[in-house]
């Protein structure tokens, strides 16, 4: 026992040792200033290591402060977490209630530690009214703070999302008595922009998944039009500050062309 405790001990000043060498060869002037986050892999980490699902999704939650604390060293202005599709509400109830009741501790958490300033996007009336109050709540508590703005993703889809810009930029020009013929003249890119949950803020620079996974899924599908993408292996709960180094060295290495 005492043999693998001096194995875990060095592994980790190796760890942080390597990670710091990371860390220094950063440039903060290359760092993304919003990075989407698709958190995945809670329940497969969980499986892999014995755990119940709602551990795996409690490991999860509490990797997002460390995120957090890390984006906040290397002057990240905007994180966007999905932490719950459109999809995943379609669950069992014996597993979408505890994760539910995570998610709505975490976004509490996030209001409460004073650092971040929460901001809700998906579509509140899919969601259970506790968890739209506890949103609501944490949003107008971090009105205004100064800091990371965080987007917590929570009952969220990218085509819903789309549809809900179209759906209110409709209603909008209807209010104000606007023909369907100027309506369609009116409709561009721009117009739709501003109706989007993101509405106001820098489309992500960057976008990382863990867990292997190759795809968006529908993650912020019309902001990440420029974005670049990092995927990792690792599962969500075992994200390490080196992961995120390497992200960040990554997309600083890369040449962003936007179409040219």
């Given amino acids: 026992m005492e043999g693998l405790e001096d194995v875990k001990r060095l592994r980790d000043l190796v760890y942080r040792l390597y990670a710091r060498r990371v860390e220094g060869r950063l440039d903060h002037a290359q760092v993304p200033k919003h990075i989407g986050v698709i958190l995945d892999g809670n329940r497969r980490w969980a499986r892999a290591d014995g755990r119940t699902l709602e551990q795996g999704h409690q490991a ?37 209630t505890p994760l539910l009741g995570i998610i709505e501790n975490t976004v509490r958490s996030l209001a409460a530690d004073g650092r971040w300033r929460v901001h809700h996007v998906g579509t509140l009336d899919l969601l259970p009214a506790r968890t739209q ?62 109706h989007l949950y993101t509405r106001g803020q820098p489309d992500p620079d960057l976008v990382i998944r863990t867990s292997g996974e190759q795809r968006l899924s529908g993650f912020m599908l019309w902001q990440s039009a420029h974005s670049e993408y990092y995927f990792c292996e690792v599962f969500w709960p075992a994200f390490r500050k080196v992961d995120f180094l390497r992200a960040l060295r990554d997309y600083a290495a890369r040449h962003r062309r936007y179409g040219y």
Avoid at 142 to 157: E, F, K, P, R, S
Wanted: net charge negative.
């Fill in 133 to 194: 109050s506890v949103l609501k709540e944490a949003e107008q508590d971090t009105l205004g703070v100064d800091g990371i703005l965080v987007n917590v993703a929570v009952g969220y889809g990218g085509r819903q999302e789309i549809a809900d810009a179209v759906r209110s930029l409709v209603l909008e020009a209807a209010e104000n008595g606007t023909s369907f013929e100027e309506l369609a003249e009116m409709v561009d890119v721009e117009h739709i922009s501003k």
């Fill in 60 to 96: 999860g939650a509490d990797k997002i402060h460390e995120l957090l604390g890390w984006c906040a060293e290397t002057d990240v202005e905007v994180v966007t977490l999905w932490m719950l599709s459109t999809d995943n509400l379609d669950r069992p109830a014996d597993q979408l």
